[in-house]
């Protein structure tokens, strides 16, 4: 089976302080990603890698920046944190491209004050 | 950049069949069709995936039409478990660019 872990589940941090979300998959995969999920929005995609060092940009980049030193593991970084950004963060990984099956961590639930 | 459309939620009784249907109207020659389960509190987890006709798997079938801009799961015979929300996402093998988009999901609430 798939495992992929996040770091936290429940976080909170204050306004302007820098927030490291960290997610690690055992599977060997090549492709990870980073979601926000916000009520009546859906999955919205931040950033994916698809390979060490790789990244591209999703949907919503703006205000947040990515780490990918080893392959499994995938860091979301907030420079400096907005209540804007209080949300609930996925990480998700996939062997192959963005539309191969992705698994999905337990989401980390980021309060921002 | 294939867009989504599902419907906001569905009602459904245990023992029926549900048919949940996606629009993706700009989809691209290279994407295929993937959907996903999320229940509370958890991260969405992969049912099924398509490029064309049918395909179906232990728990869902997948219809995609030839003109491939909708597609239907269906949810054989659903329990109270079924309950959760299910999304549509249309995206490529290909690893570079943005060639993902979530639907808004759909709400299944599935009554005694």
């Known amino acids: 089976d798939v495992k992929v872990t996040q770091s936290s589940r429940y976080l909170v941090k204050r306004t302007g302080e820098k927030v490291f979300l960290e997610c690690v998959q055992d599977m060997d995969h090549e492709n990870m990603f980073w979601y926000r999920q916000d009520p009546g929005l859906g999955l919205r995609l931040i950033y994916f890698s698809y390979d060490v060092k790789m990244k591209e940009k999703g949907d919503i980049p703006e205000g947040y920046s990515v780490s990918r030193e080893k392959k499994e593991r995938f860091s979301l970084i907030l420079e400096s944190a907005s209540t804007n950004q209080t949300s609930m963060y996925l990480c998700?990984?996939?062997?192959?491209?963005?539309?191969?099956?992705?698994?999905f961590g337990p989401g980390t639930r980021l309060l921002v004050l | 950049l294939a867009k989504t459309t599902q419907p906001i939620s569905m009602d459904s009784y245990e023992g029926q069949e549900v048919n949940i249907t996606c629009s993706h109207n700009?989809?691209?020659?290279?994407?295929?069709i993937t959907w996903y389960q999320q229940f509370p509190s958890q991260g969405p987890r992969f049912i099924i995936q398509g490029y064309k006709t049918k395909v179906t798997n232990e728990v869902a079938s997948l219809f995609i039409p030839a003109d491939r801009k909708s597609s239907t799961l269906s949810l054989p015979r659903v329990s109270l478990s079924d309950t959760a929300v299910y999304y549509c996402?249309?995206?490529?093998?290909?690893?570079?660019?943005?060639?993902?988009?979530f639907g808004g999901g759909t709400r299944l609430m599935v009554k005694p």
């Open positions: 700009n989809i691209a020659t290279n994407d295929y």
């Open positions: 996402l249309v995206g490529t093998y290909n690893n570079a660019g943005n060639m993902l988009t």
């Open positions: 998700a990984s996939s062997l192959l491209g963005p539309g191969e099956a992705q698994y």
